[in-house]
Structures are given as structure tokens and as C-alpha cells.
């Protein structure tokens, strides 16, 4: 250690060349470089050709290799090499997947790229290796790339400046809004739906004509997307309607299914069309395994019997099952239905990342291509004016054709002496010298008067087209006119795939229960407050074992997709749903724990929820009403509080009242003190929540039971012994009264507890 030597230092820098820079800075300087390389270079397309700057190199390599759609088909590894040797210096497997994409069918509503061999699948297969496959540029690849020759667009360098390459493509075809987009940038993403190139024109032209037309009438041309996959577009046109006009939204799509007669009364679903970006594989795999879990009652078996279509068939439970509720389950719960979202972020003018809507950018398409158009003019009339200079001086040489001959014959340097004879250009010169003496005849003078002429006339329509802002809006509505023509509905490609429907309005209530596998169970609540489920329809409750002091309270027959229904003495309903009782192995479990039930609260009943019924509730101090079985249903843990007590007092009674044919009229009211009232149950208003009327007068005590019936039946009781008692309607005169009354004491052999069930 003590050998040790400090190096000397540099005398004209103490730091040793290291420099200090803020960490902040730096860190936001170099995040800030990556965040606008990854917007502008990679995630984001061009709102004028809709591609990204891979898909754009790989299409320009493509264009370069002379791949085009009447071409032979060229090796992808050839392609791929081309495109990161010249153009993007990333990874091979990065530009051969986004090549693949190009080319599926599945993935892309018009290809750019003609595939030969394995370019995957729906189910979610890979393309085969690039050596294995082939490819060569669609007809909307060419029409992308129409007169990138002719000046239509500006290049720049490559990453190696050894070549050039287009900074957007002339984009004769609307490909940002037919193919779609996605990619996720730094703190921005874009999302675009693919859509029908016929009604992308329609809706174009109609904005040539009027440039600030509304939403709703480019609506009437662009109804919503189309996706390469198909399937039933079922959002509803005013959220369609919002999308377009802020640019973000989304769609819900479904799967296009058909009911299939297999004979017998029996049926099945066929499923044709899946959702866009839905691996076929992984939607059977996920209800294949819910079918194994028990969540999709009403389906027996699913099967893919797919060839090059889609074919998944599902086996109904029964003949029985009710085909729209079937669907409308596997809508809820796999990816037969998605949403997909619309965030038409992109880059305007190729610079500035903003979120457009579907007026901006159709009109951002059109302004591209009326640019496109005046640089192509241009350029053809540059090279008309080119080529008329060639012709003036040949038909300078033939009006002097002998001249021209002796002054090349004898000259030493002709170039300046035809120049200074004739008065003619530096190129026109050059041109004669060049001239073959095969083509000195008489008719080679014809054919280039002819040619000076049509050229002339040219020149004279270009420069009138470009003076005239109307007759280059006319040449664009044509072009649009000649895309629409290519790639309309009447054609295989064009032909839209998305329908539009309206979701069937179902009881959602009916959906879940039937996700629920329909099972027989046997309810059991004690004294204690315990409740569980025993499997089937139990014949006798007696042998029922309960914990150390606790006994039964109640016990009946339900169904695991009925919902059951707990009053309480606090006058709070709870509903729990029968497929989620604990199971009657051991005590089952404290209904505290399923539900937020007070700690001084009791079970007063529990039944089965049947709508339509209505329930009779009263407190001790004998305050009551008639509520429905709707009104009473919780949807949460707390409960819903419906009779209104305060203590001492509490809930006591939650008695059945009968609807429709048989309804009862009268109610029967017993008290503590053996009093009995009967009057009509119309004196008892149906209320949501309350504390009730007065149903009996007590001097003390309160009320006891309360039995709603038809007087004209009789009322009935069953004493200790089981034994059923009947008064008929004559013998009840004397109990008959009104509401609130004090009554009469029972009838003999009315059961010593006061309960109308002894």
C-alpha cells in the first residue's frame, strides 16, 4: 500500500477529462431523444399513407426489387436483407413480422403484400421462417407507390446516407383508414379500425364538393368499420357518431353466428365470423375451460371444425335451452364479443403527434394528394419542356439537314458552329450530334412534328390544370373515382365484410342465473344464526345435527339459482344466492360472515325469492305493511332496510301474501293477549319502506302472528298436534273489524303459543 503513486495530473485539466453534467438534465435531454424517436420512427403512422416507417421501407425495398404484383415472387429473406442493409438498421425478425402482417389476410383488410406459403394463421400460428417464403407487392401496394418516380414526395438519406428513401408515399390509396393502425409510442398510443375502401371514396368526394360537410351526413358514406374478419358491429350509432367526431371511441363487435337444424328437434350454433385480433385457438381453449369450470350451464361441448373458414360449433345442453340467452352468456364471458377502441393519434404532416378526427383526416389524405398532384404535373411538364427543346432542334437539323452535314464533316468543333448557325440550345446541339443517320428519312420528320404537337397540347392542358384550383380538385375526384372502381364492394376484396345490428335488450338477471348450473338444495338455517345447503330436496329436517345449543330455525327446499331472501329484527332484508350457501357437510357457516348483519339482529325468516309475491312485515309493537318481493332484494353486503324500527321495539313478523287468482282479502291479526281482528287487507297500504300502520290496539304487549287470506275459504290454523282447524266465513262475524281495532279473544282450540302454525 505504501508503494503506491498518484498519477500526475493534466495541467490543463484538473477533472482528468472528466466533465460535469446535471443528472436531471441529462436524464431529460437524452428520455426526451428516445420519446421523439419512438413517436416519430417507430409507433405512430403518417395521416397521409398510413404506414409506419418500417412498412414504408419494406415497401420501397419491395419496389426496388421490382416486386411488383404481375412480377414473379421474390425469396422474404431477400427482401428483409435489403430492407435492414439499406433502410432499418434493426433486427431481421422485427421486419420480417411486420412484412407478415402485410401479408395476412386476417390481420390486414387490403394486403400490401402478396404472400406465397406460410404466413400464419388465425389460430395464432407463426409464419414460417423468411427462406421459406415468398412475396411480392397487392395492387394497393402499387397504388401507394404510384409515381414515387415523379417527383410526387420528398426523400432523405438513409442511416448511412448511401442512399435515399421516401420521407411518405404518394398514397393513391386511403390506407390509414382502410388497414388501420396500432402501435404504443412514450406516453401517447394509437388505435384505428380498418374500414371499406368504397365508402372512404364516397366519403372523400363528398368532401371535395363540400369541405365542412357535418358528421352525421359522412356518416351516411362511412357507417363504421370494417373488419377483415367479419363479425356484427352491434355499438350504437350515436357512440359511433361521438368516436368519429373526437377521434376517440370504440366498437363493440361480435361473432356472426347461425342456429343449425341437425335433425330431430336438435340444433346447434355454427359460429362463421369471429371478432377482429381474436386468436381462434386461445377463444376455444378459454370456453373450453370454462365449460370445465361449471359457468356455462347451458352449453354441453365446443368443437373447432375449421378448415380455411371458421367453423366452431357449440352443443347446447338441451333441445330445450334457449339459443339468444346461450350466446348472450358467451358474449359476456369470452371474446365472442370484444371491444374494439378507436384512438386516431397520429403524425400530421409527418411531424406533429395529434389526435384527429374522421373529417381531418380525410381531408388530410385529400391535401396530400392534390401535393402529390401538383408535384407530378410539375415534373411532367419539366420533362415535356425537356423533351420539346430535344424536338425544336431536330426539326432544326432535318429544315437544314445538309447544313448540319457539312458543318459536322468539316468543322473541328461542330458542337459550337451548329450552335452559333442555328441559334439553338447547348442541348439541342448535343442532341443533333447524337442523332443516327438511320434516322435522317423523310417519315422520322413526320413522327416528331407529331410528337412536338402532342407534347405541346400536353404542356398547354398541365399548365391550365395548374392554374385552375377546381380542375385539379376534378383530376383528384377521378383518381378517387379509379380507386373506388379498383377496389369496390363489387369486387372480392371490397366487398364489406361488418354488418351493423342492434344488441338483443335481455334480462340480464336471467343471463346470470343461467350461468349458474341449476341443482336441487336443501336450506338450513338455526336459531343461532348459521345457514348452509344441503344437496337435493331433503325429505325430513328431524335429523339434522346443529352445534352445541343451537337448533333448527328453518328449513325448505330451493334451487342453486334461486336467490334467498333473510329478514332480520332490525327490519333489514339480505338476499344470498343459493349457488353460494356453504355446503351442508359440517354446521355451515354464521350468515355474519356472508352479510353486514348487526350484532344484536336476529333471523326472523328466510325464504325463497319469488317475484311477484308480496311479503307482510310487522313489528312487535304491531306496526306493519305489505311490501314486494322486488323491493327487498340487496344487491350488496349491507342489506336494505325496509321496516323501520327503534329499539325496544323490533321486527317479528314476515308473513306470505298471495297474488292473483286465490289472493287473499282479509288479514287475521293475533296479539300477546289472545286477541283476534280481522279486516280487509286494503286497510294495509304496500309501501317500499316505513314504519307501517297500527294493525291491532294493545293495551300492553304487542302483536303475536298475522295470516292473510280469503275470507270466503275460511281461516285456518294447525294446533300443537299438527291437527288443521277451519273457521268458515260465518263463524268469523264476530272477529270481523277495522284496522287498529283491539278485537276479540281466539276461537276454542286456537294454539296456546298465538301462532297461527302451532
Known amino acids: 500500500m505504501g508503494n503506491e503513486t498518484t498519477p500526475p495530473s493534466d495541467s490543463g485539466n484538473s477533472g482528468g477529462g472528466i466533465e460535469p453534467i446535471d443528472l436531471k438534465s441529462a436524464l431529460e435531454e437524452r428520455y426526451l431523444a428516445y420519446a421523439l424517436s419512438t413517436i416519430m420512427g417507430r409507433a405512430l403512422p403518417d395521416v397521409r399513407d398510413g404506414m409506419k416507417p418500417v412498412h414504408r421501407r419494406i415497401l420501397h425495398a419491395m419496389r426496388q426489387l421490382r416486386l411488383n404484383p404481375d412480377a414473379a415472387f421474390a425469396k422474404c429473406a431477400r427482401i428483409v436483407g435489403d430492407v435492414i442493409g439499406k433502410y432499418h438498421p434493426h433486427g431481421d425478425q422485427s421486419v420480417y413480422d411486420a412484412l407478415v402482417r402485410l401479408a395476412q389476410t386476417f390481420a390486414q383488410r387490403y394486403p400490401l403484400v402478396d404472400g406465397q406459403g406460410n404466413f400464419g394463421n388465425i389460430d395464432g400460428d407463426n409464419a414460417a421462417a423468411y427462406r421459406y417464403t415468398e412475396a411480392r407487392m397487392t395492387e394497393a401496394a402499387s397504388a401507394l407507390l404510384e409515381g414515387i418516380t415523379e417527383d410526387a414526395v420528398d426523400f432523405r438519406l438513409t442511416y448511412n446516407e448511401e442512399d435515399d428513401e421516401p420521407v411518405v408515399l404518394p398514397g393513391a390509396f386511403p390506407n390509414l383508414l382502410a388497414n388501420g393502425s396500432a402501435g404504443i409510442a412514450v406516453g401517447m398510443a394509437t388505435n384505428i379500425p380498418p374500414h371499406n375502401v368504397e365508402e372512404l371514396c364516397d366519403a372523400a368526394l363528398h368532401l371535395i364538393k363540400f369541405p365542412n360537410a357535418g358528421f352525421e351526413k359522412l356518416m351516411e358514406f362511412v357507417p363504421g368499420p370494417d373488419f377483415p374478419t367479419g363479425g356484427v358491429i352491434v355499438e350504437s350509432r350515436d357512440n359511433i357518431l361521438d368516436a368519429y367526431k373526437t377521434g376517440k371511441g370504440g366498437f363493440r363487435t361480435r361473432a356472426r353466428w347461425e342456429k343449425e337444424d341437425t335433425g330431430r328437434g336438435t340444433w346447434q350454433i355454427v359460429i362463421t365470423e369471429i371478432p377482429y385480433q381474436v386468436q381462434k385457438s386461445k377463444l376455444i381453449e378459454k370456453t373450453a375451460e370454462l365449460l370445465l369450470a361449471r359457468r356455462l350451464p347451458l352449453l354441453a361441448d365446443i368443437r373447432d371444425e375449421s378448415a380455411e373458414d371458421v367453423r366452431i360449433v357449440l352443443e347446447p345442453k338441451s333441445r330445450s335451452v334457449d339459443e339468444t340467452l346461450l350466446m348472450e352468456q358467451l358474449f359476456k364471458l369470452t371474446e365472442l364479443e370484444t371491444r374494439f377502441p378507436l384512438n386516431m393519434n397520429v403524425l400530421d404532416g409527418g411531424k406533429v403527434p395529434r389526435v384527429m378526427n374522421l373529417r381531418e383526416v380525410l381531408r388530410a389524405w385529400l391535401e396530400h394528394r392534390k401535393d402529390v398532384l401538383i408535384r407530378r404535373s410539375n415534373y411532367r411538364l419539366g420533362q415535356i419542356e425537356k423533351r420539346l427543346e430535344i424536338l425544336g432542334g431536330y426539326l432544326v437539323a432535318y429544315l437544314n439537314i445538309d447544313e448540319v452535314i457539312r458543318i459536322i464533316r468539316t468543322e473541328d468543333h461542330p458542337k459550337q458552329a451548329l450552335i452559333a448557325r442555328f441559334e439553338i440550345t447547348d442541348n439541342q446541339a448535343e442532341a443533333v450530334l447524337n442523332l443516327r443517320l438511320r434516322r435522317l428519312h423523310k417519315l422520322e420528320e413526320v413522327e416528331i412534328r407529331s410528337e412536338f404537337d402532342a407534347l405541346t397540347e400536353e404542356k398547354a392542358g398541365i399548365e391550365a390544370l395548374l392554374a385552375d384550383d377546381d380542375k385539379i380538385w376534378k383530376t383528384i375526384a377521378w383518381e378517387i373515382g379509379e380507386t373506388k372502381k379498383k377496389f369496390g364492394k363489387t369486387t372480392e376484396v371490397g366487398a364489406r365484410r361488418s354488418t351493423f345490428d342492434v344488441a338483443v335488450e335481455i334480462d340480464m338477471e336471467a343471463v346470470a342465473a343461467a350461468m349458474i348450473e341449476k341443482e336441487p338444495i336443501t336450506v338450513v338455517v338455526s336459531e343461532k344464526g348459521w345457514i348452509r345447503a344441503l344437496r337435493g330436496h331433503a325429505a325430513e329436517f328431524e335429523s339434522l345435527a346443529f352445534k352445541e345449543g343451537d337448533r333448527l330455525k328453518t328449513a325448505f327446499h330451493a334451487e342453486t339459482t334461486d336467490k334467498i331472501l333473510l329478514f332480520t329484527t332490525s327490519g333489514k332484508f339480505y338476499t344470498l344466492p343459493g349457488d353460494k350457501l356453504p ?79 286465490g289472493a287473499p282479502t282479509h288479514l287475521a ?21 316505513g314504519k307501517g300502520v297500527r294493525l291491532q290496539k294493545y293495551k300492553d304487549g304487542g302483536i303475536q302472528d298475522a295470516r292473510a287470506f280469503a275470507l270466503t275459504d275460511g281461516l285456518t290454523w294447525n294446533d300443537s298436534a299438527g291437527r288443521v282447524h277451519t273457521r268458515e266465513q260465518g263463524d268469523l262475524q264476530e272477529y270481523m273489524g277495522e284496522r287498529a281495532q283491539a278485537g276479540r279473544m281466539v276461537p276454542k282450540g286456537f294454539p296456546r303459543n298465538g301462532k297461527f302454525e302451532g
Open 669 to 689: 291479526v293475533v296479539g300477546e293477549n289472545r286477541k283476534l281482528i280481522i279486516f280487509p287487507i286494503d286497510q294495509v297500504p304496500e309501501m317500499g319502506r
Open 583 to 661: 355446503g351442508g357437510r359440517g354446521h355451515g357457516e354464521p350468515v355474519r360472515i356472508m352479510v353486514d348483519m348487526e350484532n344484536d339482529a336476529d333471523i326472523v325468516d328466510a325464504f325463497v325469492h319469488a317475484p311477484g309475491r308480496k311479503r307482510l312485515v310487522a313489528s312487535t309493537l304491531g306496526n306493519g305493511f305489505v311490501v314486494s318481493e322486488e323491493d327487498v332484494v340487496a344487491n350488496t353486503r349491507k342489506g336494505k332496510q325496509v321496516l323501520n324500527v327503534t329499539s325496544p321495539a323490533e321486527a317479528l313478523l314476515c308473513s306470505a301474501v298471495a297474488t292473483g287468482e
